[in-house]
């Protein structure tokens, strides 16, 4: 498999090392987060992928960031890995 680079779009002047974790197989039994990171109709795209998962069956829980131009708060960050195995998040205009 090719290599790929993931790229932070935060202002590092020295670019973090993450290692990638192994997707699930599944999301029966995981709880989702959806992370609105608060640009126009990116509730709408997350409204959506809600429907679908729950109609798979999947635990969906929503999460709203104060604002796009910020990295989301320390505390929300926590709340979401401490409630949610995955997260997807909107980014939409």
């Given at each position: 498999m090719a290599s790929k680079v993931l790229l932070d779009p935060t202002a590092e002047s020295t670019p973090a090392e993450r290692q990638r974790i192994t997707r699930p197989e599944s999301l029966d039994g995981l709880t989702v987060g959806l992370l609105d990171i608060s640009k126009?109709?990116?509730?709408?795209?997350?409204?959506?992928?809600?429907?679908?998962?729950?109609?798979r069956g999947a635990t969906v829980r929503r999460y709203r960031k104060p604002t796009f131009a910020k990295p989301a708060p320390v505390d929300l960050r926590h709340e979401i890995a401490d409630q949610c195995h995955v997260v997807i998040e909107a980014l939409a205009d």
């Open positions: 126009p109709r990116g509730n709408v795209f997350l409204d959506r992928i809600a429907e679908h998962l729950e109609r």
